[in-house]
C-alpha cells in the first residue's frame, strides 16, 4: 500500500469514527442529580457522546451537536437504581394471579376463580400438570388476621395443584393436591430452617413456611426459554415504565444466569441487571469458579451471591434473639442452618466474591455480622461492600459494627410503612429502637443502598422515596410519620437510590450520578420532587427513561 492509499484509508477510518459519534445536547431541563460525594448539584443542560456524559450545566452548546433536544423545563434526575428486586418473580407475578391488597380470604380464593377463568378454558380439568401459581396475601391486613387454610381452595380447585406465595415470598398456600403431589401429609415432618403447619389433629392446614415452601415448589415445571423471556420483557416494560434503569437481582439460578448471559450477548437486555448468584443453587461452585461477569456496556454484573440468613417478620420466621412478643415460644427460623455459615462465608469471600445475606431478625443480623468479621480475618483481600439485605430489626448494640466493619445496609423504605401495623405486636416497641433505623444508620457514617424487594413491594421508586421521606403510607398515615426519628431529607433518599445503590454493585463509578464520563442514564418526571409537599413524591410520574444515551421509555 503506497503512502497515498494510506492517508485516504486514514481519511476514511476518521470520517467513519467521527460518523459513528452522536453528540447529543439537551438544553432547558430542571436537573438534578449528586455529585461523586453526595453533594446536590443542579443544572440546565446535559450533552452526551454515545453511550458517555460529555458536559453538563454548559455555559454554553457544544459544537458538533448531531441531536439537539429542548428539555421544555422538565425535571431531570439519575436513572433510579433498585438496590433489591427479583426480576423475573416481578415479570411472573405481572403474568399470574395477584392477590395483593385482597381484603379476605374469600376475595382472595374470588380473585384466583376470576383469573383461572380469564385464563383458561376449564378450571376444573383433572390435569394436575397445569399449575395455577400467584403471591401477594397477607393475613395481616384481613379481618381475622389468620393464615390461611387449604380448605378454602379446595373447596373450588378440586384437581389442580394451587401454590400462593404470601407476599413477603417467606411462606406458600397451598391447596390438597400439592401437598399429595409432594408426598406431604400427617407424619412428614417440618424440614430445617422451615415449618409445615398442622392443625390441632396434626393434618397440615396448606400453610408451608420459609425452607418447607420448597417441598412444592421445587416440583413447579421450570420455565423454558420463550417464558423466560417473556417474563423478562414483561418486567422490563415496567420497571423502565417507573424510571428503574438498573436493578439488582437478588438470588439467581444457573438457569437464570446462563439466560441473562445469552440475553447480554445478543443485546437483548434492555436494563442493566446486577445479578447474584444464589448460595443454595446446586452448581453454585461452578459459578463461583467461573469469577466476575461484567459485559462491556455494563447491561449485566455478576459478582455477588445472594446468602439467606432467616424468614420474614410477617410470618413470624425471622431469626429473633428473644422469643417473639406474640409468640412466647417462637424465636423465628434459621433457613441457612448456623453451624454451616462459616463456610458458606468462607467460600463466597474465597471466591472474591460480595456476599448479599439476607437478615431481617436480630439474631440473623448478628450471626452475619459476627461471620463477616470473622471472615474478613481470613480473607483481608476481600472485606469492602458486603452487604445485609433488609437489615430490618437489628439490636441497638450491633447497629455500629455495619460501619466498623464496613457492611452496607441494604433496605426497602417501603417495608417498614407495610409492617408498621404488625411490627410492634412482633417484636415489642422496645425492639423496635433498632427497627428500620435509617437515620440512625446515617448518622453513623454507613451508606444505604435502597430498594422494593419487588414483587413483594410494589416497584415504584417514588413509594419509596416517599416512605423514606415520610414514613408514611400510600393514605399519609401515620400523621406525624411512624418512628418519625429515623426519617431521611429528600436528597438522602435520592442518594440510596443512586448513588449508594450503585456504590453497593461497585458501580458508582459508571452510573448513580450525572457526571462527565459517566454512563447517560437518566429519567425526566413530571414534578419537582425537591420542591413539591413531600405528600406528593408517591405520585411522582416518569415521562421519558434513557439508558446510554438512547430513549428506552416515553409516556
Not at 496 to 524: C, S, W
Request: aromatic share 8%; net charge negative.
Amino acid at each position: 500500500m503506497n503512502s497515498i492509499h494510506k492517508i485516504l484509508l486514514c481519511t476514511l477510518l476518521t470520517f467513519i469514527s467521527y460518523a459513528a459519534q452522536s453528540l447529543t445536547y439537551i438544553e432547558n431541563v430542571k436537573g438534578y442529580t449528586l455529585n461523586q460525594h453526595g453533594k446536590l448539584v443542579t443544572f440546565k443542560n446535559i450533552a452526551f457522546e454515545d453511550d458517555f456524559i460529555v458536559g453538563i450545566n454548559l455555559p454554553q452548546a457544544p459544537k458538533g451537536i448531531t441531536n439537539k433536544i429542548d428539555g421544555n423545563g422538565k425535571v431531570m434526575l439519575p436513572g433510579l437504581i433498585d438496590a433489591h428486586g427479583h426480576i423475573l418473580g416481578l415479570g411472573q407475578n405481572l403474568l399470574e394471579v395477584d392477590l395483593r391488597g385482597s381484603s379476605s380470604e374469600d376475595e382472595a380464593v374470588k380473585r384466583i376463580l376470576a383469573f383461572v377463568s380469564q385464563h383458561e378454558a376449564d378450571s376444573t380439568k383433572d390435569d394436575k400438570s397445569q399449575w395455577i401459581i400467584g403471591d401477594g396475601w397477607n393475613q395481616v391486613l384481613w379481618p381475622s388476621k389468620e393464615f390461611p387454610s387449604k380448605a378454602s381452595l379446595d373447596a373450588v380447585i378440586k384437581n389442580r395443584p394451587v401454590v400462593l406465595s404470601r407476599v413477603d415470598g417467606h411462606a406458600v398456600w397451598v391447596n390438597s393436591v400439592a401437598l399429595e403431589l409432594a408426598g406431604i401429609d400427617a407424619n412428614t415432618p417440618s424440614p430445617s430452617g422451615g415449618e409445615i403447619v398442622k392443625d390441632e389433629n396434626g393434618q397440615p392446614t396448606g400453610l408451608l413456611i420459609d425452607n418447607a415452601e420448597d417441598l412444592v415448589t421445587r416440583l413447579i415445571p421450570k420455565p423454558n426459554l420463550e417464558q423466560l423471556s417473556l417474563q423478562l420483557d414483561t418486567a422490563t416494560d415496567h420497571l423502565l415504565a417507573l424510571g428503574i434503569t438498573s436493578a439488582h437481582d437478588a438470588g439467581i439460578s444457573k438457569q437464570v444466569y446462563d439466560f441473562y448471559q445469552q440475553q447480554a450477548a445478543s443485546g437483548k437486555l434492555r436494563m442493566r441487571v446486577y445479578a447474584m448468584l444464589s448460595a443454595v443453587d446446586p452448581q453454585i461452585d461452578a459459578m463461583l469458579a467461573t469469577g466476575h461477569i461484567r459485559t462491556e456496556d455494563d447491561m449485566l454484573s455478576i459478582r455477588s451471591v445472594k446468602a439467606y440468613g432467616d424468614g420474614a417478620l410477617g410470618s413470624r420466621g425471622a431469626a429473633l434473639i428473644e422469643p417473639y412478643s406474640d409468640d412466647k415460644d417462637n424465636h423465628g427460623l434459621l433457613v441457612t442452618p448456623q453451624e454451616e455459615l462459616p463456610n458458606l462465608f468462607n467460600k463466597v469471600l474465597g471466591a472474591n466474591f460480595q456476599l448479599n445475606f439476607h437478615a431481617i431478625g436480630d439474631r440473623a443480623n448478628r450471626l452475619a455480622l459476627q461471620h463477616f468479621a470473622s471472615t474478613f480475618k481470613t480473607f483481608p483481600e476481600n472485606t469492602e461492600r458486603h452487604r445485609i439485605e433488609h437489615a430490618q430489626v437489628i439490636a441497638v448494640e450491633d447497629i455500629p459494627l455495619f460501619k466498623t466493619l464496613g457492611v452496607i445496609p441494604s433496605m426497602q423504605p417501603t417495608h417498614a410503612t407495610s409492617d408498621m401495623n404488625m411490627a410492634e405486636d412482633r417484636i415489642g416497641k422496645a425492639r423496635l429502637k433498632g427497627a428500620y433505623a435509617w437515620r440512625t444508620f446515617l448518622e453513623q457514617g454507613s451508606r444505604i443502598a435502597f430498594g422494593s424487594d419487588f414483587p413483594v413491594e410494589l416497584a415504584n421508586a417514588f413509594h419509596g422515596l416517599h416512605a423514606a421521606v415520610t414514613r408514611q403510607n400510600a393514605n399519609m398515615q401515620p400523621k406525624t410519620g411512624w418512628i418519625p426519628e429515623e426519617k431521611v431529607s429528600r436528597q438522602e433518599a435520592l442518594r440510596g437510590f443512586t448513588l449508594d445503590a450503585a456504590y453497593a454493585a461497585f458501580q458508582d463509578d459508571k452510573i448513580g450520578t450525572l457526571e462527565v464520563g459517566k454512563r447517560a442514564d437518566f429519567i425526566f418526571v413530571d414534578r419537582d420532587i425537591f420542591e413539591v409537599p413531600a405528600s406528593d413524591i408517591r405520585d411522582t410520574q416518569v415521562l421519558e427513561t434513557w439508558i446510554n444515551g438512547k430513549q428506552v421509555f416515553s409516556l
